[in-house]
């Protein structure tokens, strides 16, 4: 006796050896003798041999159409062996049914398995949804077969240009088209952005890095909501002062200017003003969620993206020729700059002039005036003293660093692309440097104290050992010699500087601050904007790295000069770039030396150089 069962989900014969109730003793065609339980076995049969049986049953298996199969098979529950009697008509041979057995087994699309030898037959249209997947399935490996075989031959598929921004910053792996370009990638030794670089699909690698961090940051796009209207400014006095304002010439958020004014005791009257958009710019407003969406501008060369729509900076910009509503910090000053009094005034301040940073002169930093001293000499020279009273005060010596600044002309073109760069060094901490900043660190510091007294949160900037953090109560920053700090000086480009600006208005004017102790809106906002800042910040660096090799290609630069940092990290004499020097001997640190630039790669970006030598 011979018995077709199943084992491990496969269909075999055997020869009996031993019948028991639970199970038999089985001896395969191959001599191989096991052990099977009576449940697992199918069909008994006499004749022909196990291994005839099967060979013969795999044959007719080949032949059985399984959508016939399908067809002419009973609706519900059925065994296998009543389908092959239906099949073949009359009592089928053992290979019959076997055959039956393993088309259906061979086919779960048309057939459920419902027990061991048992199936019934798909729903049609289980069936029809389950054929049009293997037809999607079968043609989808075909397209991808093709699309990788193009990517080969050095062209970028119509289907794969078509879809560029899934491949290049949201990659689908599930596509086709992605799964095309992996399989072109593993067979290239290659990665997708250099793959798809190297067959056209990246037109500018400016452009390539910027849209990655949109995709990333803005996954809305760019565009502003609609936000409706700001609403009409309250009544305010106007100052009786002629403010200016000290930026560079790409300024357009304009959010602080200053003035001076005589008093009758010989002191002079200092203003800060700051633009105030927290009057028209109220919390949980649809121009309040954008500003808190964005939660900062975001600068890089030659673009920013700003925090507000234009028609809200141009209402508070501190631009020539308007007065706007500002908020404004007065401080009494002797001649020799010591403050003796100071107050806090909500009203529109009238903008003289825009003054920029590359018109300035350091004139106003001697003491003695000079004939023929440009406009606004004196009232900067008036500023200066009051700032260098303010430095002592705090104690802190900045260290001497060099800023660059970066103009881009979009209508030149370098490295075969828009844009020409322009990298300018400039050491930090000139006269102008730290007039603008210790009176922005003053003001911060005021309203920031201003605030704590009134017993309302903000969001202050507090530094401890080294590290800066945010929190909404006032804490020591180190790194300034302050007890209080926060950002409210640039509420046009800063979400942070919004928010205390409606707390500090609040306190000004007598009214419950908006955000009180433990508002879930306000931490939250204060552990978003940290988050953010950074990651503009890190943009910012990205982009600007991203020039530095563009002016390298730009200017055909081969070998710079560098300083050794330490061990074999060094930094350029040129450029913002900091690069380590495997094969660099020992030096020590402020060594000079020459770099030799191997490669650039926009895409990355990066290069390769490496150690040319001692400098001359």
């Known amino acids: 006796m011979n018995v077709l069962f199943e084992d491990d989900g496969q269909l075999k014969a055997g020869t009996l050896l031993v019948d028991n109730d639970a199970s038999l003793q089985v001896e395969a065609a191959s001599g191989k003798r096991q052990k099977i339980k009576a449940a697992h076995v199918l069909l008994r049969f006499a004749a022909p041999a196990p291994a005839e049986a099967m060979v013969r049953a795999h044959e007719l298996a080949a032949g059985i159409d399984t959508h ?46 419902k027990g061991r030898g048992r199936y019934r037959k798909a729903p049609p249209e289980a069936l029809k949804a389950a054929l049009a997947s293997v037809a999607r399935k079968e043609r989808e490996a075909r397209d991808i077969a093709a699309w990788a075989g193009e990517l080969a031959a050095g062209r970028l598929p119509d289907a794969l240009a078509a879809k560029l921004d899934m491949l290049l910053y949201r990659p689908d792996k599930s596509s086709p088209e992605w799964k095309a370009l992996s399989a072109a990638c593993e067979a290239q030794k290659s990665s997708p952005v250099q793959l798809l670089a190297a067959r056209g699909a990246i037109a500018s690698t400016h452009d390539y890095h910027f849209e990655r961090f949109v995709v ?49 005791s010989g002191n002079v009257e200092i203003g800060i003003h700051i633009a105030c958009p927290a009057l028209a710019i109220a919390r949980a407003t649809p ?42 910090l007065y401080v009494e000053s002797t001649p020799a700059g010591e403050a003796v009094a100071q107050r806090t005034v909500v009203e529109r301040v009238p903008v003289a002039a825009n003054l920029r940073l590359d018109s300035l002169s350091d004139a106003f930093a001697t003491d003695v005036p000079a004939p ?70 003053h003001v911060n510091h005021a309203w920031g104290r ?56 609040a306190v000004v004017q007598g009214t419950s601050p908006p955000y009180a102790d433990n508002d879930a809106e306000l931490h939250a906002a204060l552990a978003d904007f940290e988050a953010t800042y950074s990651q503009y910040a890190e943009m910012q660096d990205r982009m600007e790295h991203y020039w530095c090799l563009r002016w390298l290609l730009q200017e055909g630069v081969g070998e710079c000069t560098a300083t050794v940092v330490r061990d074999n990290l060094v930094r350029f004499d040129r450029l913002p770039i900091v ?28 290069m390769e150089c490496r150690y040319a030598g001692p400098a001359a």
Do not use: C
Request: proline residues 9%.
């Open 287 to 328: 121009l309040d969620a954008i500003a808190r969406a964005r939660l900062s501008t975001v600068y890089m060369p030659g673009r920013k993206l700003t925090m507000l729509p234009e028609a809200a900076v141009a209402a508070f910009t501190l631009a020539e020729g308007t007065s706007p509503p500002a908020v404004s």
């Open 68 to 113: 016939f199969l399908w067809e002419v098979s009973v609706e519900g529950e059925f065994g296998f062996d009543e389908l092959a009697r239906e099949y073949f008509g009359g009592a089928p041979a053992a290979a019959e049914s076997a055959a039956v057995a393993l088309a259906l087994s061979a086919a779960p699309m048309y057939f459920y398995r």
């Open 372 to 441: 023929g001293e440009p406009r606004w000499t004196a009232e900067l020279r008036a500023l200066w003293r009051f700032a260098m009273r303010l430095y002592a005060a705090r104690g802190k010596v900045d260290p001497a660093r060099i800023d660059y600044s970066f103009d881009v002309d979009w209508q030149g073109v370098s490295a075969n692309e828009p844009g020409r760069v322009t990298i300018v060094p400039r050491a930090r901490g000139s006269p102008l440097d730290r007039l603008v900043a210790e009176l922005m660190i």
């Open 579 to 606: 690069v380590r020097l495997p094969e660099m001997p020992a030096a020590a640190p402020d060594t000079k030396l020459r770099v030799a630039i191997l490669r650039v790669d926009l895409l990355q970006p990066g």
């Open 450 to 505: 201003r605030i704590a007294d009134a017993g309302a949160p903000g969001m202050y900037r507090v530094q401890a050992g080294g590290k800066v953090k945010m929190s909404t109560r006032p804490g020591e920053h180190q790194g300034l010699g302050l007890s209080h700090y926060l950002w409210a000086s640039s509420p046009l480009r800063r979400y942070s500087d919004l928010v205390n600006q409606r707390q500090l208005l």
């Open 216 to 264: 990333e940051s803005f996954p809305s796009g760019l565009a502003f909501p609609p936000w409706g209207e700001l609403p009409a400014p309250p009544e305010l006095p106007v100052a009786q002062v002629e403010a200016f304002s000290i930026d560079d010439a790409a300024t357009t958020e304009i959010d602080d200017a200053f003035s001076v004014r005589p008093l009758a």
